[in-house]
């Protein structure tokens, strides 16, 4: 038999490693099909192929993280260029875009730019600071008049400066004692801004230095100290955060003047999103990217942030504010899905927990559905961003059972993309267990695919 070379070259280790991947899929596949076979929503998904232009794979991270996008790290976040070609295709200028899940303000700041009117919701506050320095554009000429005068007076900090440090357990065990007196005395100078969408600018840029100015792990998004790490200077870091995010913002500023936009409204509020201040059939387009059912993540990633402006004293009642969670009440869930019944089901034969975690995500997204069809006009679209999981070993098919939830409260299904995920930043695998990415060498590692669905649902 003649050897292709190719296959030669190959490690011994990857071939194994990609054959036990490629066995996990076709026992995934395989527990679905027996589980769903019945569904015609599973044979609808099922026929779906990938849709190579809405992968947008020729954009750069200059495309993507252009006038504000670019502010602060946000995990799992979806390009602008998603949004502004279905705003296109679904909007008039002038209608009106929610985002229930509002993250890290994508959806407000391309509606923005569109000229088309929005709101935004978001449990985390952390998210909402981030939306709201993104989405107001300053005039140039103010902000750096403001951060010269910042500049001078934070240049001016040296041992002997009198700086009132936060006393917080959490925060000594991430921060060492001199980085932290200099971000201490950085927040008290932003603090005494009276200009609040400066500040809560100048806020966002502390923010995003947080991690760098840590003993966090560098390159983890899971909270994990590194002893070994030299935590970067915060005062020049913070320096460089504010002028590269004054040069996005006075690309904003402009680009929203040349389109007469500046007015635009667009607002964020900090609460559920089963409770979105919207008036009944107003709304023409809903574009959002729902949490996934380990949704608690978002509270530990967000954790530094939360800390330092006193969004919470206590971690654990941070995680309990977001969807999904252990810790909500379990009682009286309304699935509104055989999908998500056979899912749970399923689940109760692998462990207990998760298949009430599961259950609990799934009625609280119903819950969010009720009130995206009490927003949309007749004829309004929700678009809604999202990916397959597995926990336990069991297929979560979070857009199939979306599709079906809403298909069961009277929406009709518009259309259907199915799309690659170009960034080279996904991992590959998550934990069998837990539903995470983890690290190639976990040990309950299990294949993640590399794509997520774009569910067009009509009113």
Known sequence: MTRNPKHEARNPKQIQMAEIQISQINTRINQSRVLYFESNIIALFNGIKVDPSWSFS????????????????????????????LADKYTSEGD??????????????????????????????????????????????????????????LGSYSKNTKVKAPEHE????????EEKRKLAFIFAEIS???????????????????????????????????FAKKPSDPIPTFFRQVKMMMRGNARFYELLKQKNHLEVPSQVYCTDARTI?????????IVTSPPYVTSYEYADLHQLTALWLEYTKDLSDFRKRFIGTSYHNKKDLTLNST????????????????????????????????????????????CIVIGNTSLKGVEILNAEVFAEQLQNLGLKIADIVKREIPSKNLPSVRDEKTGKFASITDKNRVSAYPTEYILVMEK
């Open 96 to 153: 009106l875009i929610v985002d229930p899940f509002g993250g890290c303000g994508t959806t407000l700041v391309e509606s923005k730019v569109m000229g088309r009117l929005s709101v935004g919701v978001d449990i985390n506050p952390v998210a909402v600071l981030i939306t709201k320095a993104k989405i107001t554009p300053l005039d140039p000429a103010k902000i750096e008049e403001v951060f010269t005068a910042l500049e001078e007076k």
């Open 339 to 382: 999908l998500a019944e056979n899912i749970r089901k399923y689940l109760l034969e692998k462990d207990k927990k998760t298949a009430e975690e599961v259950s609990t995500y799934f009625s609280e997204m119903n819950q969010v559905f009720i009130e995206m069809k009490r927003m949309l006009k007749k004829g309004g679209k929700t």
């Open 277 to 285: 201040p919207v008036k009944n059939n107003s709304v023409s387009l």
């Open 58 to 85: 020729d954009k750069t991270r200059k495309d993507t993280a252009y006038i504000t996008h670019g502010y602060h790290r946000y995990p799992a976040k979806f390009i602008p260029q998603i949004v502004s070609r």
């Open 170 to 177: 959490r925060i000594d065990y991430w921060f060492k004692q």
């Open 192 to 226: 005494k801004i009276k200009d609040r969408d400066v500040k809560d600018f100048l806020y966002c840029g502390f923010s995003n230095i947080l991690k760098n100015c840590s003993i966090w792990l560098q390159k983890s998004n899971k909270p994990t100290r590194d």
